[in-house]
């Protein structure tokens, strides 16, 4: 078991300088999925705004978007209160919590991993603060402690992959080996792993293993979009989300 431990924090390591070293394609064609869920979310952490999008290339997240479900008044929860202010919050004030993810594209599932308990959720600056102490434990503690309760999906044979992290606990619908056809329900969004509040983590890897994958650029098809203070939506055939642009099936009515 010792030595287990050392073989993989040996493989963090190198999986950590390899991120550090690594310059992407920014020419590399598009994957194009669609949107995971219905309704309206925000798309946050986007590489419309910056590659990449999460501020590191570890874990294969180079160009990830992760969305929140908001109301039309951009509210992710209906509720708040001291807590929102000064402690944690329960998970199910959130809109995102337990809303059904669908698959973004036909494909296979390649891996499913549940049983990571959906935490509370942080607002506050004071919890935030003392959370992000805690991001290197989580780390050794491998990968679900990380992306929680989450699926794999391939596109093809040999890829791409798609991950989608943060589900919540039990939520999986499906199972390694199952194919899948774009919508088709699979899981439910959670706030497991490190998440902040339920959201959805979505990204593209030319690798199942995401220690040493590397991200790839994805794109999404048929969505209305609001920008930060637009009232009427424009319609996208194909693009990538903006930081902070409310999204949505373009079949559903706004």
Known sequence: MREQRRNERARLAEALRAAAAY???????????????????????????????????????????????IDPRRRTATVRDWRTVLAVEPVDR????????????????????????DHAARRSPLTLAAYLLTQGSRLRRGLGAVAGNHL???????????LL??????????????????????????????????????????SVDPLAARGLPMAFRDYLAWPPGADEPRQVSQGVPGHRHRVQPVQQEA
């Open 23 to 69: 310059h992407p394609s920014l020419d590399r064609p598009h994957v194009v999925l669609s949107l995971p869920f219905a309704g309206s979310w925000l798309a946050v952490n986007t590489p419309a705004r910056r590659v990449p999008s999460h501020g590191t290339h570890f874990l294969g997240q180079t160009f990830a978007i992760d969305f929140v479900a």
């Open 165 to 206: 992290a943060h589900l919540q606990k039990g939520s999986p619908l499906v199972e390694p080996g199952d194919h899948v056809s774009t919508g088709q329900p699979v899981a439910a969004c959670g706030n497991s792993g490190n998440s902040t509040q339920p959201h959805l983590h979505i990204q593209v890897m030319d």
């Open 94 to 117: 959130f809109l995102g919590f337990g809303q059904p993810l669908v698959a973004p594209a036909d494909g296979r599932v390649l891996a499913v991993h549940d049983g990571q308990a």
């Open 152 to 162: 794999i999906l391939a596109l093809d044979e040999d890829g791409p992959f798609v």
